[in-house]
């Protein structure tokens, strides 16, 4: 693979990721958030496929694989079971508005290329400057989790800190130890099956998936 | 060595799940903590002078400090899951649960207990990251035993803040990896602790920095400081006695074992100056908002919560004076708080399962209507707010005189403001719960079996606090690992 | 510049208002019976445009009584805007008139400010509807805005220059940089402002008999005879004159690089496929959607902008 190709690729993985991102924010009926998060895993394993393949890696393609697998069909599913019951689920009303939202994720997009300086300065290479590109995701993941008014929302706000998280991994250290990769991978498939069965006994006994009916224990 | 350590409470989990809940199960469990116990003092005494205990071709490793936070691990499990016999068959005799909800509680117990023993044993920061996160994960459900609105409400809360902190947490640990593959000469071992340790004075500053600056807001966020401590109350007041006697004893320490980690990498590359700074903030944003909310607390469990959420401030802040003579003293304040406020957690969910409630101004008149709950709780009280003889008074009065030698007088001082409020806070519910005419109902015993691992548990901080034979020596070495 | 050149310019840029101008009512028809098809009819003939605006310019001039200069002006300030914008732009060749003054912001400036006068127009009927209509079409205009700015600055971002026949003989000598993730974001980001400044669905429906429902046929409900014939020869041109500068940006194979009489053939011809083919595509998509509703524009606004932002991002990071 050439490294013009090589680097075009990347750069479209890496901005398709930040591209889902935003989309989370922009779409509000809950079944097209769960695709855009499917879109974002395909995405994330086409990263880790191309640094595979350009360093001659097999583990890291393995692991581009499992991602794929992971992220990319198994995390959707689950999520597509919670809201299976309700699938005309839309967030109508979050804390922060769309729009001002969607600027709010342009702010914090300079805001992830500004505090990413340090990263990219140690590692100038095609795929070290895309870091920001991760860091931008997480930090719409966290925007996301932080203002979206349904279970199923959060779910997906801790996936996105966690996507663009393991893109930061992928382009800043070619993946980490596979051990690690591993446990990492099964831990968020673990935690999100966790959050659907929390949310299904959520649904069974308060009836909703409005987080605003958690709302008992305060100071 | 190491691994069979791991394997006890493995197995027993694996055991207890097999099998619907009976009071067999329950003393499996305590054989397993008392095992534990006995694999970290054997552990000690073996890597105490000598070097490290490896294991499993080096994915564990054992030094002074893995060993004392076994020892650790072991005794608060030891009352943990001694009462949890009670506490499960109370709940099952009251219907509240089943005998298969049982067993998935002592199997889930077991595997909390087997995540925290490979995050204090692991040797690589990749490993101790994904024990940490499963430790996340089989607790939520703990938290959640019970079943109720506001169970569900609380392990919401906490499976959704803890992962984000986590996941925060695993960003630092990759920035770490960054720069120690940039360190010339290095590679296959990057994110082993003692090669980074061996190479942290050529690590990238900048790169560390923002490394631990999210080590501490993202392993911080399981600790529970602030500001990243809103899932605690909730948890621990919402989760069974024992489990909450678990996760504020040892849980939130285990969290600082990794903070720790780091922080010897950190001081390395970066000078103590930083990573000094990062952990007054936020040990005094912790004591601060402890103080402020404690006062207004009407529900035991939650006042014993943000208590946890001063003693981590406290901890935080010996941590962030980093002499040796403080990081001892941090040492023996992770375990002398672990003790009494497992015992605590634990006589306060005993108070809940016979009084039926958790508001402090229904369970008035303690000390004369149950003597030896109430004098135990009294006790327990004393004990964490470091009245001599018991340990935490030691402790704490080396970290302050640890401060004040380092330079963070100010800082103590400001702590001693806000340890004063809260002594305040706690006598004011403590003599709600504890003072007042017995009325006419006759004074109602304890059973032993609930009342003996409670005593016994104080009586051995106070005999830590008094005596610190028998764990100067390990003190001593694992404060040596962090403070160089 | 010897003669020939300057003839071939002078012809270049003839050719391109022409083109625009006849082809913007051909492509209304075309679009408008690709749309009828799709939905079963057989729909108006193509020219038929053509004929209506022929059949206007016969009519009396009727105007409203309580209107002023702007009323009469609007609609040819409208076509003469859009007329400059299409003799600077380069649709046929790379080197049109004043080609060293083409830049990409005063082509879509020049676009703007024809619309910014009917709104006015609109107002000065006196009219409830077109009161309403220029309301509405001035708020798409200031939340479509940002985002044309930041897209605008993403498409000029890679070639350092926003002179847009630069961009075009950037993109030919480079085809690499259509996929570009800086070139791709702006593209999105572009479709969605154009299809919100020309009036299309999902922002506006033209074919729409409601008035309550308009955007852009409510402000020039009052305009009759020449004045209205104006107006959609304005409008029909400003439709073509968009969609050739999203066609030229994206797939700019066809342009000619010289001012040959060839070479214009040529460029006309690629010009005319290309459009037929947006248009074709844009009134394909039309049949399937539905419009917003007004508050949910300034979403889709925001989202371009955010979009756009991406791409100047992009740009700037990944060289």
């Known amino acids: 693979m050439t490294s013009s190709t090589y680097a075009s690729l990347l750069g479209l993985g890496a901005a398709v990721v930040l591209l889902c991102a935003v989309m989370t924010l922009w779409r509000r009926s809950v079944g097209a958030i769960v695709k855009v998060l499917a879109v974002q895993g395909v995405a994330l394993a086409g990263v880790a496929l191309s640094i595979g393949i350009d360093h001659h890696d097999a583990t890291l393609a393995v692991v581009a694989v499992l991602v794929l697998a992971a992220k990319g069909v198994v995390v959707p599913t689950l999520i597509t079971r919670v809201v299976r019951h309700d699938p005309a689920s839309r967030e109508t009303q979050p804390l922060v508005n769309v729009p001002a939202s969607l600027v709010a994720a342009g702010a914090l997009i300079f805001l992830a290329f500004a505090a990413s300086r340090s990263v990219t300065a140690l590692a100038p290479t095609a795929t070290g400057r895309l870091i920001p590109y991760g860091v931008a995701a997480m930090l719409v993941g966290f925007f996301a989790l932080a203002t979206r008014r349904k279970a199923v929302s959060q779910i997906v706000g801790i996936l996105l800190v966690d996507n663009g998280i393991a893109l930061v991994a992928f382009l800043a250290t070619a993946g980490v130890p596979l051990i690690v990769e591993l446990g990492a991978s099964l831990d968020v498939l673990l935690a999100v099956v966790v959050l659907q069965v929390l949310a299904t006994q959520m649904r069974l006994r308060l009836g909703s998936l409005d987080l605003d009916q958690l709302s008992e224990l305060r100071d | 060595m190491l691994i069979t350590l791991l394997a006890v409470p493995l197995s027993c989990a694996l055991l207890s799940g097999l099998a619907p809940w009976r009071r067999a199960t329950g003393w499996l469990g305590v054989a397993s903590s008392l095992g534990v116990l006995i694999g970290g003092v054997v552990l000690a005494t073996g890597v105490v002078g000598r070097h490290a205990a490896s294991g499993f071709h080096g994915v564990l490793r054992a030094d002074a400090l893995s060993a004392f936070m076994v020892i650790v691990i072991g005794v608060i499990a030891l009352l943990a899951t001694l009462q949890g016999i009670r506490y499960l068959d109370a709940e099952i005799a009251q219907g509240r649960s089943t005998r298969r909800h049982a067993a998935l509680y002592a199997t889930l117990v077991q595997g909390f207990l087997a995540t925290m023993l490979l995050a204090v044993l692991a040797a690589n920061l990749g490993v101790m990251w994904v024990a940490v996160e499963a430790t996340t994960i089989v607790t939520t459900f703990l938290v959640g035993h019970r079943n109720t609105r506001t169970s569900l409400e609380a392990s919401w809360k906490y499976i959704v803040i803890c992962s984000v902190g986590i996941a925060l947490a695993f960003l630092g640990t990759v920035l770490v990896y960054l720069a120690a593959l940039h360190v010339p000469g290095h590679g296959a071992h990057a994110l082993d602790w003692t090669s980074l340790v061996a190479q942290m004075h050529h690590l990238n500053p900048g790169v560390m920095r923002l490394a631990f600056a999210l080590i501490v807001l993202g392993y911080g966020t399981k600790v529970g400081l602030a500001p990243m401590h809103s899932w605690l109350p909730d948890a621990h007041s919402q989760a069974p006695a024992p489990v909450s006697a678990l996760m504020s004893g040892v849980l939130l320490t285990v969290a600082f074992y990794a903070i720790l980690r780091f922080k010897v990498i950190a001081d390395g590359a970066l000078g103590a100056a930083f990573p000094r700074t990062l952990l007054v903030v936020v040990s005094l944003l912790s004591l601060v908002i402890a103080a402020s909310l404690l006062l207004s607390q009407r529900d035991y469990k939650r006042m014993l919560a943000y208590h946890s959420v001063e003693h981590m401030g406290l901890i935080a802040l010996g941590a962030a004076a980093g002499s040796t003579l403080a990081i001892a003293a941090v040492l023996l304040h992770i375990l002398g708080h672990g003790i009494a406020k497992g015992v605590l957690f634990l006589t306060s969910g005993e108070i809940l399962l016979v009084e039926g409630t958790s508001e402090i101004e229904h369970v008035p008149a303690l000390l004369s209507r149950r003597p030896v709950l109430g004098g135990i709780f009294a006790f327990g009280l004393v004990a964490l707010l470091g009245f001599p003889p018991f340990s935490l008074f030691v402790s704490e009065l080396n970290m302050l005189r640890a401060e004040f030698q380092v330079g963070l007088g100010w800082a103590a001082v400001l702590s001693l403001v806000c340890m004063a409020v809260i002594f305040g806070a706690v006598m004011t519910h403590g003599r709600h719960m504890l003072l007042g005419p017995r009325g006419t109902a006759a004074p109602v015993m304890t059973p032993a079996l609930v009342a003996v691992p409670l005593i016994g548990g104080l009586v051995g901080c106070a005999f830590i606090g008094v005596s610190a034979w028998p764990l100067q020596t390990l003190l001593h070495a694992a404060a040596h690992v962090v403070a160089r | ?319």
């Open chain 3, 1 to 319: 510049m010897s003669a020939a050149h300057a003839a071939g310019v002078v012809g270049a840029s003839a050719v391109q208002v022409i083109a625009v101008a006849a082809g913007g009512l051909v492509l209304l028809g075309f679009m408008r019976k690709v749309r009828a098809r799709l939905e079963g009819r057989v729909g108006a003939p193509i020219l038929q445009s053509l004929r209506d605006v022929r059949k206007l310019f016969r009519k009396e001039r009727i105007r409203p009584d309580v209107a002023t200069w702007i009323f009469p002006a609007a609609p040819v300030v409208l076509v003469a805007t859009v007329a400059v914008a299409a003799v600077m732009t380069p649709l046929i060749t790379t080197q049109p008139a004043m080609s060293g003054g083409s830049d990409l912001f005063v082509v879509v400036y020049l676009l703007l400010a024809g619309s910014t006068l009917l709104a006015l127009a609109g107002m000065d009927a006196g009219t409830a509807f077109g009161g309403m209509g220029s309301s509405r079409a001035v708020m798409i205009g200031a939340l479509a805005e940002p985002a044309l700015l930041v897209t605008i600055l993403a498409l000029s971002v890679t070639t350092h220059s926003s002179n847009f026949p630069a961009i075009v003989r950037a993109t030919l000598a480079n085809p690499g940089l259509i996929a570009s993730p800086a070139r791709l974001f702006a593209v999105a980001a572009l479709l969605i402002v154009i299809v919100a400044e020309s009036g299309r669905l999902p922002v506006d429906n033209p074919s729409t008999h409601l008035e309550l429902t308009m955007i852009h046929e409510a402000m020039i409900l009052e305009y009759a005879g020449p004045d209205l014939a104006m107006v959609t020869l304005g409008e029909a041109m400003r439709l073509a004159l968009l969609l050739g500068i999203f066609v030229n940006l994206v797939l700019p194979w066809g342009v000619a690089t010289s001012t040959t009489a060839l070479g214009l053939v040529v460029g006309l011809g690629a010009l005319v496929a290309k459009i037929a083919v947006l248009g074709g595509a844009l009134a394909f998509f039309e049949v399937f959607m539905a419009k917003l509703r007004l508050f949910r524009l300034p979403e889709l606004m925001a989202g371009a902008f955010v979009m756009a932002l991406l791409g100047v991002v992009s740009g700037l990071v990944v060289k």
